[in-house]
């Protein structure tokens, strides 16, 4: 199990983490059949919850010169978050395979709703509960990236370490960016001169 706390400025992220793939709980030998049988599905035949970069690739780059500040009261907000979060996963009868709840949606539970992720705003003291689904492009949770890590182990670490564009390579985001920027191009091209004036 993990569960993401992240600070901004003014607002926050509180996340658990999906099941890996194919994984549950069990006796060591279901697991390990289990680990064999990657897949998006988690050992229930559901899509997997995402993990904190199924969604977010900014995090993958250096941000410790961002120099962002917190409110002095969002560490204790945050964590707060995290730990009920948590406490509400152990409860729970799906454990880690619990799908994602929804604020306004009614629970039967007495601990209440348990969300995948919950995104906030000091500021503005908003709160937003969201599920995210797990990406098959993932430089975490991917079935590219665990397969490399189960085969090649500390290898594999160290390349990741070593080359900075290692995971975005394999996982295939290096390509999707790459025809992100070409359709940007296409699209700038496409309006001539003479559509621009009249507009
Ligand atoms: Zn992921």
Redesign the pocket.
Same mark, same amino acid.
């Given at each position: 199990m993990a569960i993401t706390a992240a600070l901004g400025h003014d607002s926050y992220l509180v996340m658990r983490h999906g099941a890996g793939p194919g994984t549950r709980s069990g006796n060591m030998d279901d697991v390990i059949a289990q680990i064999q049988n990657l897949s998006t599905e988690d050992a229930l035949g559901r899509q997997r919850l995402? $993990?904190c970069? $199924?969604n977010d690739t900014a995090s993958l780059f250096n941000s410790i010169s961002d120099e962002t500040v917190a409110l002095p009261g969002l560490t204790s907000i945050v964590s707060g978050k995290a730990v009920e979060l948590f406490a509400r996963m152990l409860h729970h009868p799906e454990g880690i395979h619990a799908p994602g709840d929804i604020a306004g949606k009614s629970s039967e539970r007495p601990s209440g709703l348990l969300p995948h992720q919950m995104r906030g705003s000091l500021s503005q003291y908003s709160l937003l509960t969201l599920v995210g689904y797990?990406?098959s492009s $993932?430089i975490?949770?991917?079935n590219a990236v665990l397969r490399e890590y189960r085969s090649r182990g500390l290898d594999f670490v160290m390349q990741v370490i070593n080359e900075p564009t290692y995971l975005e390579d394999l996982t295939g985001l290096t390509e999707l960016m790459k025809s992100a920027d070409y359709s940007r191009v296409e699209w700038v091209d496409e309006v001539d001169d003479e559509e621009f004036a009249d507009m």
């Open positions: 995402g $993990c970069f $199924c797990s990406s $993932c975490a949770c991917s």
